[in-house]
């Protein structure tokens, strides 16, 4: 796939055809598209090692957070 940048362009201007039209399947499909071509080449290829490390630091920030303490909150009354 020597040509994987012309056809991540033509994906990316397909997307942005389709949503000036306001055809929003089309540019869903067109981007869905450019990902999976942008993930296929090296330079894309530790994106999904990114967007893993991202949510992971999200998730183990938020967690405590969501379940409360475990003692109590301490509060009078």
């Known amino acids: 796939m020597e040509n994987v940048g012309l056809l991540i362009f033509f994906a ?3 997307a942005f055809i389709c ?3 306001r055809v929003a399947a089309g540019a869903v499909v067109f981007s869905l598209v450019a990902l999976v071509l942008f ?3 090296p330079l894309g290829a530790g994106l999904p090692g990114a ?3 991202f949510l ?4 183990t920030a938020s967690t405590p957070a969501l379940t409360g303490p475990d003692e109590g ?5």
Do not use: L, P, Q, W
């Open 12 to 14: 990316v201007v397909g």
């Open 19 to 21: 949503a000036k039209a």
């Open 73 to 77: 909150s301490g509060a009078v009354g």
């Open 51 to 53: 967007v893993s490390g």
């Open 56 to 59: 992971t630091a999200v998730n």
């Open 39 to 41: 993930i296929s080449t």
